[in-house]
T-cell receptor, first 113, second 112 residues
Framework: EPEVTQTPSHQVTQMGQEVILRCVPI?????FYWYRQILGQKVEFLVS????????KSEIFDDQFSVERPDGSNFTLKIRSTKLEDSAMYFC???????????FGDGTRLSIL | KQEVTQIPAALSVPEGENLVLNCSFT??????LQWFRQDPGKGLTSLLL?????REQTSGRLNASLDKSSGRSTLYIAASQPGDSATYLC???????????FGSGTKLNVKP
């Protein structure tokens, strides 16, 4: 069965550095998402992406964050000037339509030191 | 802002029991509701999606119901097995917005 893949599985970065988290959604999916889950807290929506543009973003998704679909397969989340509180599990998801289930990757654990 | 609450936060049952997990949401103007399973250190696996016009969905031993007017959904698991042990999350998508709000989950432990 096709799956969403995320790399790396674990990223350790110094505070203030930039990180890029990578995702390969399922190939025929059209809607793409990023979520984060701080340890012990709820899964939080960050951003949704459709037709090569952001369709929704949360209050968390400020100027520090950006997303890109640089080619036909990858979907990236860039975090600039990382802060300690950016430490979390970041999940990518994709779906075929708004009324189809979202498929999640296994996540990237981001640790900011 | 939509608030999603799940009760109970944790549940421990002996194998073979039928059980019900609850999800409530504050704004009934939803597009759909999804139930997910999360295993430790893993991503989320979609179990069932209920569109706002539907009342329930079934998959194997799982049945999810939706009462939009009262802002509630339940996930019924029949004949529970140790392999069902995981955290179960519900998420709602508001009408006309491509975004999702998650509950904090119910951590289920099924004892052999």
């Amino acid at each position: 069965e096709p799956e969403v893949t995320q790399t790396p599985s674990h990223q350790v970065t110094q505070m203030g550095q930039e990180v890029i988290l990578r995702c390969v959604p399922i190939s025929n999916h059209l809607y793409f998402y990023w979520y984060r889950q701080i340890l012990g807290q709820k899964v939080e929506f960050l951003v949704s992406f459709y037709n090569n543009e952001i369709s929704e973003k949360s209050e968390i998704f400020d100027d520090q964050f950006s997303v890109e679909r640089p080619d036909g397969s990858n979907f990236t989340l860039k975090i600039r000037s990382t802060k300690l509180e950016d430490s979390a599990m970041y999940f990518c998801a994709s779906s075929n339509s708004l009324n189809q289930p979202q498929h999640f990757g296994d996540g990237t654990r981001l640790s900011i030191l | 802002k939509q608030e999603v609450t799940q009760i109970p936060a944790a549940l421990s049952v002996p194998e073979g029991e039928n059980l019900v997990l609850n999800c409530s949401f504050t704004d009934s103007a939803i597009y759909n509701l999804q139930w997910f399973r999360q295993d430790p250190g893993k991503g989320l696996t979609s179990l069932l999606l209920i569109q706002s016009s539907q009342r329930e969905q079934t998959s194997g031993r799982l049945n999810a119901s939706l009462d939009k007017s009262s802002g509630r959904s339940t996930l019924y698991i029949a004949a529970s097995q140790p392999g069902d042990s995981a955290t179960y999350l519900c998420a709602v998508s508001p009408y006309n917005f491509n975004k999702f709000y998650f509950g904090s989950g119910t951590k289920l432990n099924v004892k052999p």
